[in-house]
């Protein structure tokens, strides 16, 4: 009868369904033969017949050298000294391929004398995997900056490395073998033993736990993972653990940071449209108090009360402040003693006030000690901000454009943190930014009837005419502030008959936003003259920006749109520095209908950035198309984005425009259809040229292209002789033959490309020559015995105006002849 197997108890045992738990021998693959002394196979192991395929009925009796890829045999001799044969051995697999084997091999010695050789078997590549992997192991705990623990099942330290000895301020010695519990401060370890538990349990890791360091004076954070066999049964824990103590405090200045940058904001918007003394110097209190302080003052000069000029820094000793703007968290007579809005407060010598008055130097009085002693034991005020609990003191300077309107003066009371450096920073910017607002308001009156004037004198006073092209303009000062503004426009005649438009916006208001914009336009018609095309006059623009800025500290910061039109091709090419795109009403190529769509130009950077470059887009125009440039106080509506505004525009001028609309009347349309929708009282101005692009009648230009040879050069000749007779300009035949002549010649000695010449007769006669060389001439004066170098100053003084402009492949070289009964 067979009995079944019972339990310690007697019950019936339950078969272990777990999977079978797997060591690192079954990583390895260690496979055990046994040789005779001759090297015949006498015990040959499944591991071994696993490793090389061949099973034991196939190896034991046969030599070893049946196996070896070259048949020759290995003695498995000891080095003297040493008990163990070790080495590399390499065996055929019953596939053909050899194995590379680490073996260990041993001289044993049996019954009778018999000797025997033990040899072990591993392959090597597995052995330099696990190897690897313990090096790995070894390296993360001797090199990584974290520090690392491994944990046992009953979740002791087993092994620590140097940086958490550092981290826990104990030896590694003295873990090892105790748990969380034995080693760290109790809250934290019952935490962390606890996890421990949890992660063996369920074989989920815990990650980024932040605790307080075991000394208490910092944050770590620990994380937590399981442990397992090769077969996933949890053997332990591992711990991982940052100091994150410095990224926590970064965090806080970080966040310091951002609330300061938000009072900042708070504060420039706040004061942002006010121009008054009075409500300016109250806000500013009331944006302080208690964000940044629990009281709050603002004292300004008597002068600046007034709207008078302040007196010199030197004379500021003697002169009497008006306490404008207060505010506290409290009240009460304490509140009263100290803060009361308008009051004369006189000169104040031998105080702090009057320093830093007179210095332009901001003052901490960071204890209540240095707080009495700047404003002085007899004064009152210090037994009123004993009595509130003030314990500190910010006094800094309301200073603008180098001269000081007053002081800002802020405190802290209770328990709240004692002012330091930083906040000392902070109430000088707000103090800067509030000086820039009272100074405005003092300047407000004085400027306003200026500023209008200058600005009217900086824009253009008449348009120059210009074959084929009309052009009408509008500009409207804003309705409120300094109603001056940075917007402008111009309209340049080039040589050729072509033109540009230009529009801009320099950022402000006032007497700088104009002074601004008339070194811009000055600029920008200097640069046009030179031939630029419109992305290099915007990059040249940029360029001059340091120059035109007025200071260092204020920057110049400005858009604007350049457009060049050639009423002889119908080619428009346009780049933007950050402005609004120009938008071009003209019929639809497919519906005929008329349409007006805003220009797909690539936006750019404003002037003013360093480090950028403009990118240009040229565009065929429809004869009679309407080109509007403009600036944003046009469209700008505080409710909706720009883009509306833009799209507003365009339906406008589908709208109201056509082929025969005056120019005059579109203006008048734009302006009536828009501004209202800005609200009354507008504060931006309103700049915009509406362009009706024609052409030159085709008759009175003619182009031809030539190959660069020699012989061509007297085809160029006739050709021109031929046009001047057809314009009936016979008197201008000799001059221009010579001078078209000599740019032909130099174009077919230096080109390898064809030349082209183009003849367009409007006010004066326009002949150009084009080649592809990119590289403009350059004029010198050439010497008595020189053949050549004679050309450029010949054409220079024989014609009204030349000059050489850059194109998308090659250059350009012209020359304008006055026509006879022409303007010139």
């Not at 104040?348 to 404003?375: I, K, M, N, R, S």
């Not at 046009?634 to 025969?660: Q, S, V």
């Not at 006010?763 to 008595?784: A, K, Q």
Request: aromatic share 4%; charged share 25%; glycine share 10%.
């Amino acid at each position: 009868m067979r009995t079944e197997p019972t339990g310690p108890r007697g019950e019936e045992e339950v078969p272990d369904r777990r999977p079978a738990r797997r060591s690192l021998l079954d990583v390895l693959r260690v496979g055990t033969i046994l040789l005779t002394v001759d090297g015949d196979i006498v015990v040959w192991s499944p591991m071994a017949e696993e490793i090389l395929g061949w099973p034991d009925d196939h190896a034991v009796g046969r030599p070893l050298t049946d196996f070896t890829p070259d048949g020759r045999a290995c003695a498995f001799e000891p080095a003297p000294g040493e008990r163990h044969w070790r080495g590399t051995l390499s065996l055929r697999h019953r596939d053909g391929h050899p194995v590379e084997l680490a073996c260990r091999a041993t001289h044993l010695t049996g019954a009778a004398d018999s000797r025997f050789i033990l040899a072990n078997l591993v392959e090597t590549s597995r052995m330099a995997a696990v190897e690897q992997d313990l090096a790995a192991v070894d390296a993360l705990f001797t090199a990584s900056p974290l520090g690392v623990a491994l944990f046992d099942a009953e979740q002791r330290y087993t092994r620590v490395n140097d940086a958490l000895s550092r981290l826990h301020g104990m030896p590694a010695e003295s873990v090892l073998g105790r748990t969380v519990l034995e080693v760290l401060p109790p809250p934290m370890a019952q935490e962390i033993h606890r996890l421990q538990r949890e992660v063996l349990r369920s074989g989920h890791s815990v990650t980024d736990l932040v605790t307080s360091s075991p000394d208490g004076r910092g944050a770590q954070s620990v994380s937590l993972g399981p442990l397992t066999d090769r077969s996933g049964q949890p053997i332990g824990v591992s711990c991982v653990v940052l100091d994150i103590t410095e990224r926590r405090e970064a965090m806080a200045r970080t966040e310091r940071a951002r609330q300061r940058l938000a009072l900042l904001d708070d504060v420039g918007t706040a004061l942002g449209d006010l121009l008054e003394v009075r409500p300016i110097a109250q806000t500013l209190c009331d944006s302080l108090v208690p964000r940044f302080g629990d009281f709050a003052s603002v004292e300004i000069l008597k002068s600046v009360v007034r709207g008078e000029e302040p007196p010199p820094i030197g004379e500021l000793g003697d002169v009497a402040l008006v306490q404008l703007g207060t505010a506290a968290k409290e009240e009460g007579p304490a509140v009263d003693a100290i803060f009361e809005p308008g009051r004369d407060l006189g000169a104040q010598p031998g105080t702090v006030f009057e320093t830093v008055l007179t210095t332009g130097v901001p003052h901490l009085a960071a204890t209540p000690q240095e707080l009495a002693a700047g404003v002085g034991p007899g004064d009152p005020r210090v037994a009123a901000a004993r009595e509130l609990g003030i314990h500190c003191l910010l006094t800094v300077p309301l200073r603008a454009r180098g001269t000081v309107l007053g002081l800002l003066a802020v405190s802290r009371s209770g328990q709240r943190i004692a002012f330091d450096r930083d906040d000392l920073a902070l109430a000088m910017e707000l103090a800067n930014r509030a000086a820039i607002s009272l100074d405005n308001a003092r300047l407000y009156v004085r400027e306003r009837e200026g500023a209008l004037m200058l600005q009217r004198s900086l824009l253009p006073q008449w348009l120059p005419d210009v074959a084929g092209v009309d052009v009408s303009h509008r500009y409207l000062p804003s309705a409120t502030g300094t109603e001056i503004g940075g917007d402008w426009f111009d309209v340049i005649p080039l040589a050729g008959g072509r033109v540009a438009f230009v529009v801009g916006d320099a950022t402000g208001h006032g007497l700088r936003a104009a002074t601004v914009m008339g070194r811009l336009r000055t600029a920008a018609r200097t640069l046009a003259g030179l031939e630029l095309a419109p992305a290099e006059v915007l990059g040249r623009l940029n360029d001059l920006g340091a120059d035109i800025a007025q200071h260092p500290d204020d920057p110049l910061l400005a858009t604007c749109v350049y457009a060049a039109y050639d009423p002889a091709t119908g080619i428009c090419a346009l780049a933007t520095a950050g402005h609004l795109p120009p938008v071009l009403a003209g019929p639809d190529p497919v519906t005929g209908r008329w349409t007006a769509t805003p220009l797909e130009l690539a936006p750019g950077t404003p002037l003013g950035m360093e480090g950028i470059s403009f990118e240009e887009r040229r565009i065929e125009i429809p004869e009679g198309s309407l080109l509007v440039l403009y600036t944003d106080g046009l469209i700008e509506n505080r409710e909706e984005d720009l883009t509306d505004g833009i799209d507003r525009l365009c339906a406008l001028l589908a709208r109201t425009t056509g082929p025969a609309t005056p120019l005059e009347k579109v203006c008048d349309d734009v302006i009536a259809g828009l501004r209202p929708r800005a609200g009354e009282g507008t504060s931006d101005d309103i700049a915009l040229l509406a362009a009706r692009l024609g052409r030159v009648p085709g008759e009175r230009v003619a182009s031809w292209i030539f190959p660069a040879e020699r012989a061509m050069v007297r085809r160029a000749r006739q050709a021109v002789t031929g046009t001047l007779r057809d314009w009936g300009l016979n008197a201008l035949t000799e001059t221009a033959r010579l001078l078209v002549s000599e740019l032909v010649t130099n174009a077919v000695r230096h080109a390898h490309g064809p030349v082209e010449v183009r003849m367009a007769l409007g006010c004066s006669l326009l002949i150009e020559v084009t080649d592809p060389i990119p590289d403009p001439p350059r004029e010198r004066v050439p010497g008595p015995d020189d053949e050549g170098g004679r050309g450029l100053p010949l054409v220079a003084r024989e014609s009204r105006s030349w000059g050489t402009r850059r194109r998308p492949v090659g250059k350009t070289v012209w020359f304008e002849l006055d026509v006879p009964g022409g303007p010139g």
